[in-house]
């Protein structure tokens, strides 16, 4: 009797990667989850410790930073999926789901608090 294993969507196709390559697969997502606490960090810091920056700057940014942190988890739970399934069916790996928006909003978060200090 196999046994079943979640999620279906990725498990219940292809055959069995090396354990390697899922094994690195999985260290990435982790890598996602952590970014992803760092990022809320982030956001919580600007708002809980005295940083001279304007006050609309400030709040902004770490809206950016909070609402990054909620997105990166999303990210690698897609990007765990898409690269698991590719590598069980043999096909190239997928370009990353959400990389772009993460760094555009992270260079933003940067350029609001540029602005916050300056202004």
Partial sequence: MAV???PNAVYGQGSEPDPR???AN????LAWIRTSLALIAAGVALEAL???IREDFR???SAVFVILGLIAP???WVSWMRTERAMRLGRPLP???LS???TVGVVSAGVLIALGMLL
């Fill in 95 to 97: 370009a990353p789901a």
């Fill in 59 to 61: 709040h902004a940014s």
């Fill in 74 to 76: 999303v990210h690698a």
């Fill in 21 to 23: 390559f899922t094994l």
């Fill in 26 to 29: 999985e260290r990435t997502f």
């Fill in 100 to 102: 772009a928006v993460l």
């Fill in 50 to 52: 005295d940083v001279p």
């Fill in 4 to 6: 079943r294993r979640f």
